[in-house]
């Protein structure tokens, strides 16, 4: 089993309204041992989907707006 270099410290609900905001608290061991804190706020929108364009032959991936 492979090891993580991640744990959550706490999740904040920072927002309910239309879409749910969340603010995650995590700590990060670095390669030199060192554990960082850092954090990230994220809506959650509930279940969707996605495609990745890709063409085979360019080898490209195909953005759009």
Same mark, same amino acid.
């Given at each position: 089993?492979?090891?993580?270099?991640?744990?959550?410290?706490?999740?904040?609900?920072?927002?309910?309204?239309?879409?749910?905001?969340?603010?995650?608290?995590?700590?990060?061991?670095?390669?030199?041992?060192?554990?960082?804190?850092?954090?990230?706020?994220? @809506?959650?929108?509930?279940?969707?989907? *996605? /495609? +990745?364009? @890709?063409?085979?032959?360019?080898?490209? *991936? /195909? +953005?759009?707006?």
């Amino acid at each position: 089993m492979q090891e993580t270099n991640v744990s959550i410290e706490k999740t904040e609900i920072l927002s309910d309204n239309w879409y749910t905001l969340k603010k995650v608290t995590f700590n990060i061991k670095k390669e030199n041992g060192h554990i960082e804190t850092q954090s990230r706020e994220a @809506y959650d929108r509930g279940n969707g989907a *996605v /495609i +990745l364009l @890709y063409n085979t032959h360019t080898k490209n *991936v /195909i +953005l759009t707006r």
